[in-house]
T-cell receptor, first 111, second 118 residues
């Protein structure tokens, strides 16, 4: 079973920041938060991951609360190509535990 | 670097027939995964290999599904006989494998093989 809770769907205006929340209240100390997205008819694509500090890369920013029970993925300037299903997953960084997907958030960017 | 290659991209068969999917992971990736994604759902792990050994196949319907990863590189997933409920996209992914960095567990997915069972 997935260890995260995400809203099923969200809309965001093109050019605005898209903020996708994720609740992971039972996260363990050795578990990272990973974000993937799946554009229609493609395989999931890795976006970003983090442990407890905020992270930023060329695709997005990840904000993790101090108690690590929730996080927010931020797409700073959403474009139509960001329309996808976004998955938030927690997983230990060390070891072979499987990556378990939930149902994700369907983000629709509106022109 | 080249991505994860999968074939065929599409396959239509009748129930009770057999089908095989092939996956070539990223060079040097020790861990290989097969996921099943039914329309409207998130991907579900079927089997996970570490090199050529099975790490997790707890959700693989072993009465009809089989998978192998010979020589720890390419992998084949077979369904025999197929049922209507096997209609799905079969995704292959690979990762460096368990290691000392969090990046070693980042999965790269292929485009998937879409199976339709009539």
């Amino acid at each position: 079973d997935a260890k995260t809770t995400q809203p099923p769907s969200m809309d965001c205006a093109e050019g605005r920041a898209a903020n996708l929340p994720c609740n992971h209240s039972t996260i363990s100390g050795n578990e990272y938060v990973y974000w993937y997205r799946q554009i229609h008819s493609q395989g999931p694509q890795y976006i970003i991951h983090g442990l407890k500090n905020n992270e930023t890369n060329e695709m997005a920013s990840l904000i993790i609360t101090e108690d690590r029970k929730s996080s927010t993925l931020i797409l700073p300037h959403a474009t139509l190509r960001d329309t996808a299903v976004y998955y938030c997953i927690v997983r230990p960084y060390f070891g072979n535990e499987k990556l378990t997907f939930g149902t994700g958030t369907r983000l629709t960017i509106i022109p | 670097e080249a991505g994860v290659a999968q074939s065929p991209r599409y396959k239509i068969i009748e129930k009770r027939q057999s089908v095989a999917f092939w996956c070539n992971p990223i060079s040097g990736h020790a861990t290989l995964y097969w996921y099943q994604q039914i329309l409207g759902q998130g991907p579900k792990l079927l089997i996970q290999f570490q090199n050529n050994g099975v790490v997790d196949d707890s959700q693989l319907p072993k009465d009809r599904f089989s998978a192998e990863r010979l020589k720890g590189v390419d992998s084949t997933l077979k369904i025999q006989p197929a049922k209507l409920e096997d209609s799905a996209v079969y995704l292959c992914a690979s990762s460096l494998g368990p290691g000392v960095s969090s990046g070693a567990n980042v999965l790269t997915f292929g485009a998937g093989s879409r199976l339709t069972v009539l």
